[in-house]
C-alpha cells in the first residue's frame, strides 16, 4: 500500500500538497510543528484542514530549538510590508527575504522523516516551492535532493521520498492544479498564509502579497477572502 506524510503549515502551499497526496496515495497522514512561530492561527488552520480532509495529524512540539532573527519568530523584529507584486520583486531581487528561519526545513523533515518511519511510511511530501521570490535556499530543488539523500544515508537504505508537487510551479500554477482536486478550493478558504498572524489577512507581508498575486493571475477569487467577506 502506498503511504505518505505531508508536511502541513495550515499554509496554502502544503494544503494543496496535502489534497494532492489524497489522489496519489492510498493511505495519508499529515504532522505540523509549534517551533516557536508568534501566531497560533495557522497550526489551528492545520488542524481544521486535516479535519477537513478526514486525515490523521500529528502536531510536535518544538518551540525553543529553531533560533533566528526571522519576525516569524523573533519579537524583536518587524516584517516587511509590501504595496504590490512588483514592488515586492524589486525590493527583495537576489537576497533571501527576512522572514527566513535558517535550518527550519532541514529540521523539519528530519524529525517528518522519523515519525514517518514509525508508520512505515517512506515518503514525505512537502510544499517548499524554488519559484516563490524570498530566495529560501531551504526551498529549492538542489537542498530537497541532499536531504533525500542525507535521510537515505542515515538509515541506510535508498527508498526513502521527498516529494515536492509545487516546487518548479509558479502560485498561478500550483492554484490551477488547486482547481482540480476534489475538496482543495474549500480547504483553501480555510488556509493561513499572513506573517502577521491576522484574520482577515493583513495583505501587505510577502505571503499575503504573494498569495494574492498567484490568484489574480489565476483569475480566481480567493477562498479565504470569499470566506473573510462574509464573516
Request: one cysteine or more.
Given at each position: 500500500m502506498s503511504k505518505a506524510m505531508v508536511v502541513l503549515s495550515g499554509g496554502?502551499?502544503?494544503?494543496?500538497?496535502?489534497?494532492w497526496a489524497l489522489i496519489n496515495y492510498k493511505e495519508v497522514k499529515a504532522i505540523s510543528f509549534n517551533y516557536?512561530?508568534?501566531?497560533?492561527?495557522?497550526l489551528?488552520?492545520?488542524?481544521?484542514?486535516?479535519k477537513m480532509a478526514n486525515v490523521e495529524h500529528t502536531i510536535i512540539n518544538v518551540p525553543d530549538i529553531l533560533k533566528s532573527r526571522s519576525p516569524l519568530t523573533n519579537k524583536n523584529e518587524q516584517l516587511e510590508e509590501y504595496k504590490?507584486?512588483?514592488?515586492?520583486?524589486?525590493?527583495?531581487?537576489?537576497?533571501?527575504?527576512?522572514t527566513f528561519v535558517p535550518m527550519r526545513n532541514a529540521f523539519f523533515l528530519?524529525?517528518?522523516?522519523?515519525?514517518?518511519?514509525?508508520?512505515?511510511i517512506k515518503t514525505l511530501v512537502t510544499g517548499v516551492c524554488q519559484q516563490d521570490n524570498a530566495n529560501y535556499p531551504d526551498c529549492r530543488k538542489t537542498f530537497i535532493a541532499s536531504q533525500e539523500n542525507t535521510i537515505n544515508f542515515a538509515l541506510g537504505i535508498y527508498d526513502f521520498k521527498i516529494e515536492t508537487p509545487l516546487m518548479l510551479l509558479s502560485k498561478k500554477?500550483?492554484?490551477?492544479?488547486?482547481?482540480?482536486i476534489k475538496g482543495c478550493m474549500d480547504a483553501l478558504a480555510y488556509s493561513h498564509t499572513c506573517y502577521a498572524g491576522v484574520y482577515p489577512s493583513c495583505g501587505k507581508c510577502?505571503?499575503?502579497?504573494?498569495?494574492?498575486?498567484?490568484?489574480?493571475?489565476?483569475?480566481?477569487e480567493d477562498p479565504l477572502i470569499v470566506r473573510s467577506k462574509n464573516v
Open positions: 496554502q502551499d502544503s494544503t494543496i500538497c496535502l489534497y516557536g512561530q508568534k501566531h497560533n492561527i495557522e489551528d488552520s492545520a488542524k481544521k484542514i486535516a504590490n507584486y512588483e514592488q515586492m520583486d524589486k525590493i527583495i531581487g537576489d537576497r533571501v527575504e527576512l528530519t524529525l517528518s522523516a522519523n515519525i514517518a518511519l514509525s508508520y512505515d500554477d500550483s492554484i490551477m492544479l488547486a482547481t482540480k510577502h505571503a499575503c502579497v504573494l498569495r494574492a498575486q498567484g490568484f489574480k493571475e489565476a483569475g480566481i
